[in-house]
T-cell receptor
Framework: GIQVEQSPPDLILQEGANSTLRCNFS?????LQWFHQNPWGQLINLFY?????KQNGRLSATTVATERYSLLYISSSQTTDSGVYFC?????????????WGAGTKLIIKP | KAGVTQTPRYLIKTRGQQVTLSCSPI?????VSWYQQTPGQGLQFLFE???????NKGNFPGRFSGRQFSNSRSEMNVSTLELGDSALYLC??????????????FGPGTRLTVL
């Protein structure tokens, strides 16, 4: 089946810093979503981005479907950005249409 | 528009007991999916319901079951609880089923602890 790899696994930054999180996937996808899981476990939708570029405030994402990767950019980090960031995909060939998850990037923003 | 709601938020059970978790999707969404999240296995798909029918099922034993009601609310049940069932159970809703283009929206989860 499809492999979804996220890097780095852990990231510690000072408040105000910028960061780039990466998601590589091993096969074609029809759906790619980025989520932020806060310390209480809530998964918050960041982007639905199977291809192209989107921006939402300090966050932006780019998916290059032909090269099978997606990037999540966080600028001017705040302590509330801490948590785990997940990339999840639905493979084009998958008849279940369910999300396949990466292992996540744990982000800690220090004040 | 209200988001996905899950009840209860926390549960403590003992081995051998059974548990029922509830999920109410976003208004107008008809598909409900359930996921289990554990530190060791990450996020894993349990099953999906659409129009009161189970559409897809992940690789979990028969002790895990679910159902969906006519108002799209869904319940999942775990019987004969084992220690390994301790996890965060997440429910997601989407507008339709049978399409890989659906964006899924998640509830806050139910944290189950089995003692």
């Amino acid at each position: 089946g499809i492999q979804v790899e996220q890097s780095p696994p852990d990231l510690i930054l000072q408040e105000g810093a910028n960061s780039t999180l990466r998601c590589n996937f091993s096969d074609s996808v029809n759906n790619l979503q980025w989520f932020h899981q806060n310390p209480w476990g809530q998964l918050i939708n960041l982007f639905y981005i199977p291809s192209g570029t989107k921006q939402n405030g300090r966050l932006s994402a780019t998916t290059v479907a032909t090269e099978r990767y997606s990037l999540l950019y966080i600028s001017s980090s705040q302590t509330t950005d801490s948590g785990v960031y997940f990339c999840a995909v639905v493979p084009r060939k998958d008849s279940n249409y369910q999300l396949i998850w990466g292992a996540g990037t744990k982000l800690i923003i220090k004040p | 528009k209200a988001g996905v709601t899950q009840t209860p938020r926390y549960l403590i059970k003992t081995r051998g007991q059974q548990v029922t978790l509830s999920c109410s999707p976003i208004s107008g969404h008809r598909s409900v999916s359930w996921y289990q999240q554990t530190p060791g296995q990450g996020l894993q798909f349990l099953f999906e319901y659409f129009s009161e029918t189970q559409r897809n099922k992940g690789n979990f034993p028969g002790r895990f079951s679910g159902r969906q009601f006519s108002n799209s609310r869904s319940e999942m049940n775990v019987s004969t609880l084992e220690l390994g069932d301790s996890a965060l159970y997440l429910c997601a809703s989407s507008w339709q089923s049978g399409s890989s283009y659906n964006e899924q929206f998640f509830g806050p989860g139910t944290r189950l602890t089995v003692l």
